[in-house]
């Protein structure tokens, strides 16, 4: 089955500074990858998605970005603020293919340093 | 999005016995999903709700220890029987919408569960 790995665990980051969280994913046939944010007892929320024919999506301040033939994608926050402070989870599913199952990563800490 | 509804919120329960999580979603949809968040950990896929049919279990988890029920199309419920500790969890559940052309899933609140 899929494995996404996802890399760093934490990060901390100066405010205003940009933050880039990576993940590698196992299965060629992955071909939509989500990014949710969870802030402390809270529910995980979808921040930013994007499919495999697509190389790069942004949204304001956060940007998505894939490489299919390396199998990985990362996330970019820009002009990072204290309110971007969460984990964030990356995950990968093969859509179209009657699977439409997430596969999460790790998750990453982020912590923006006022 | 959706607006999905889990109850109860939290929960503390001694071990041997059964919770039974409800999920509700404000309007039908075909795809839910239970998923299970241990303390400080990512999400888990316990279980696919297929409504009308038995739940699709993802390996480690078994019909029997997390039975599923999806009597129609906005509803669902998780009951995590004779209970231990190490059931001690967040499970939510999230279902499948359309957002621009793509089928995103989201979530539910979650439910806390503690075990003694």
């Known amino acids: 089955g899929e494995n996404v790995e996802q890399h760093p665990s934490t990060l901390s980051v100066q405010e205003g500074d940009s933050a880039v969280i990576k993940c590698t994913y196992s299965d060629s046939a992955s071909n939509y990858f989500p990014w949710y944010k969870q802030e402390l007892g809270k529910r995980p929320q979808l921040i930013i998605d994007i499919r495999s024919n697509v190389g790069e999506k942004k949204d304001q301040r956060i940007a998505v970005t894939l490489n299919k033939t390396a199998k990985h994608f990362s996330l970019h926050i820009t002009e990072t603020q204290p309110e971007d402070s969460a984990v964030y989870f990356c995950a990968a599913s093969k859509k179209d293919f009657g699977n439409e199952k997430l596969t999460f990563g790790t998750g990453t800490r982020l912590t923006i340093i006022p | 999005s959706a607006v999905i509804s889990q109850k109860p919120s939290r929960d503390i329960c001694q071990r041997g016995t059964s919770l039974t999580i409800q999920c509700q979603v404000d309007s039908q949809v075909t795809m839910m999903f239970w998923y299970r968040q241990q303390p400080g950990q990512s999400l888990t896929l316990i279980a696919t709700?297929?409504?009308?049919?038995?739940?699709?279990?993802e390996s480690g988890f078994v019909i029997d220890k997390f039975p599923i029920s999806r009597p129609n199309l906005t509803f669902s419920t998780l009951t995590v029987s004779n209970m231990s500790p190490e059931d001690s969890s967040i499970y939510l559940c999230?279902?499948?919408?359309?957002?621009?052309?793509?089928?995103?899933?989201?979530f539910g609140p979650g439910t806390r569960l503690t075990v003694l």
């Open positions: 709700a297929n409504q009308g049919s038995e739940a699709t279990y």
């Open positions: 999230s279902v499948e919408r359309q957002r621009l052309s793509t089928d995103t899933q989201y």
